[in-house]
């Protein structure tokens, strides 16, 4: 997991491009979703971290944005725990 806070743009890019990073997150809603949802480019770069992988996201304990992963999301809200 790394905060957004403590990276610097370039940096963020590179790590998109590479690879690393794969999903963004809200560290104060502890939720997780894809890097192109609207919802997660309108927080605060304060609130924002970074995982890279689905599995991280879920270990650290966040769950599926209901905007941009909807069918994970459903899942997650009718009480199917992923791990």
């Given amino acids: 997991m ?3 806070a403590d990276l610097g743009d370039n940096e963020v890019r590179s790590k998109i491009k590479s ?5 963004g ?3 104060k809603l502890k ?6 949802c609207k919802s997660g480019k309108r927080m605060k770069r304060g609130n924002r971290i970074f995982f890279n992988s689905e599995n991280e996201a879920i270990v650290m304990g966040y769950r ?4 941009c ?5 459903k899942k997650w ?7």
């Fill in 64 to 67: 599926p944005c209901g905007h």
């Fill in 31 to 36: 939720i997780y979703g894809i890097l192109k």
């Fill in 77 to 83: 809200k009718d009480g199917f725990v992923q791990q």
């Fill in 19 to 23: 690879g690393e990073i794969q999903f």
């Fill in 2 to 4: 790394l905060h957004h």
């Fill in 25 to 27: 997150g809200n560290r």
């Fill in 69 to 73: 992963m909807q069918g994970l999301y």
